[in-house]
């Protein structure tokens, strides 16, 4: 049976990092499009780091572009974020689909046929 799970999460103070890790279970999360999306309380969800389906093309949006940093080895996907601020407080899930798809694309479509459960960040002094 095919699964994401994600790992990782957990309680960073402003200006932290964490090093969120999604490992799947039944399918090549290499030769797919893998996101990484976040939904805090009461907000929409957002994708916030994308990559692309057999190669290493990426997209940020503006709002953690330079802070957070989207990897993939073998069948896991790291989201490594830094300088962590309490606006990036949210569910984070992993989501990913064996679909050809532009990684902006990927942040923008609410139809990943696969996702996680997701993990828990919170930045708090």
């Known amino acids: 049976q095919a699964q994401l799970v994600e790992s990782g999460g957990g309680l960073v103070q402003p200006g932290g990092s964490l090093r969120l890790s999604c490992a799947a279970s039944?399918?090549?999360?290499?030769?797919?499009?893998v996101g990484w999306f976040r939904q805090a309380p009461g907000k929409e969800r957002e994708g916030v780091s994308c990559?692309?389906?057999?190669?290493?093309s990426t997209y940020y949006p503006a709002s953690v572009k330079g802070r957070f940093r989207i990897s993939r080895d073998k069948n896991t996907v790291f989201l490594d974020m830094n300088n962590l601020q309490p606006e990036d407080t949210a569910v984070y899930f992993c989501?990913?689909?064996?679909?050809?798809?532009?990684?902006?694309?990927?942040?923008?479509?609410?139809?990943?046929?696969?996702w996680g459960k997701g993990t828990q960040v919170t930045v708090s002094s």
């Open positions: 039944g399918f090549p999360l290499e030769s797919s499009s």
């Open positions: 989501a990913a689909d064996r679909r050809r798809l532009v990684p902006q694309t990927t942040c923008t479509y609410t139809g990943l046929y696969f």
């Open positions: 990559i692309g389906n057999g190669d290493d």
